[in-house]
């Protein structure tokens, strides 16, 4: 398989089926590990990085997770196609900006990826579609059991696993949900609520994480620490509150429905329009009108396109994407120009 195999195809994660998928796009889990007596990667040398890379892709592929993991040495590609990755999430922005031996694992249905020599030594993550952190766990706790049987993890009795951060050390757990709140926000409803998570202990992010903004609407919710609670427990802590914010996001659709019908239609069908027809959109423009189309789809409003095209509209018409898609870099004037013109496309495609 090579990376431009993917340009094909998207994840399962984008599917759009599962619990609740309506307004969780995905579930994702990471776990953070390092490997016992190396340094951290702040502190390792050349050498060092090059052996815990060879140790743990070697590992990787004797633990036998799945059978279709593909392994890239991100040192080795372009630099468009680590921005692909990135807004694949198959890997951090940090793992695509590093330098040195670097790699990551992934399967082609890209709901497992490991990343080697990120911040820590090893990344574990799993995404899967719709409200599915149960499963997900599951699936990364059965990851990583085989990888620990092969990779004698630094581990502390006292602390729990030892990681690069402190912030991560304990479970080195993040469990995260992306959720689409158009409703909420236009209902300006949207900061009381986050408030109210924040006080729980948990952190809203924008799409990619860490330091990005929100865009489309499209918010990450995820624990803020990792010692002090298991896995299990921060796991209840998020799926006790995402039931609550999905509820409100419901109440605030139905509110817009019933008090203001024909404002909410013409602005649906005004981004659908735009969408048909735009000659150039940028890239915030574009979640923007994807994320009302969204909110349309799921309100009845429009009935012919389907949530997994939506869902992948949101990652196919990113700058890393549409660059791959053409083979070449552009500029942000040409990425809006083709990317108006591949979504009209697609649309035209469904219409017909």
């Keep these: 398989m090579k990376i431009s195999d993917l340009t094909d195809n998207t994840g399962e994660w984008l599917r759009g089926t599962g619990p609740d998928s309506d307004i969780v796009i995905s ?23 090059t052996e815990l890379e060879e140790i743990i892709r070697d590992k990787i592929k004797e633990s036998e997770i799945t059978q279709d993991l593909f392994y890239v040495n991100l040192a080795d590609i372009s630099p468009v196609d680590r921005l692909f990755l990135v807004e694949r999430h198959l890997i951090s922005r940090e793992h695509a900006g590093g330098e040195g031996v670097r790699g990551v694992a992934f399967g082609k249905s890209e709901t497992i990826s490991l990343m080697v020599n990120e911040e820590d030594h090893l990344r574990i993550q799993v995404i899967r579609s719709g409200f599915e952190l149960k499963e997900t766990w599951k699936t990364i706790d059965d990851i990583d059991n085989k990888l620990e049987k092969k990779i004698n993890y630094a581990y502390s009795s006292r602390f729990g696993y030892l990681t690069s951060c402190p912030t991560n050390v304990g479970t080195g757990m993040r469990a995260s949900v992306m959720l689409h709140l158009p409703a909420l926000g236009m209902t300006h409803h949207i900061e009381k609520v986050f408030n109210a998570v924040v006080k729980l202990g948990l952190v809203v992010r924008g799409m990619y994480g860490e330091g990005t903004q929100v865009s489309g609407d499209l918010y990450q919710i995820s624990n803020q620490f990792t010692l002090g609670k298991s896995e299990l427990e921060i796991i209840e802590i998020i799926e006790s509150v995402i039931p609550r914010i999905t509820s409100y996001e419901r109440m605030a659709r139905k509110a817009l429905v019933s008090e203001s019908r024909e404002q909410l ?7 659908y329009g735009m969408l048909k027809v735009a000659r150039t959109i940028s890239s915030d423009e574009i979640l923007h009108l994807l994320s009302q189309v969204r909110m349309g789809v799921n309100l009845g409003i429009i009935n012919d396109i389907q949530m997994k095209t939506l869902n992948e509209l949101f990652i196919l018409t990113l700058p890393g994407h549409l660059q791959k898609l053409e083979g070449r870099e552009l500029t942000s004037a040409q990425r809006n120009i083709i990317r108006a013109s591949y979504v009209r496309k697609r649309l035209e495609k469904i219409e017909s």
């Design 27 to 49: 579930s994702r889990i990471r776990l953070a590990r390092n490997v016992a007596r190396f340094p951290f990667l702040s502190r390792a040398n050349v050498k060092q990085k």
């Design 265 to 271: 239609e013409d602005r649906v069908w005004r981004s």
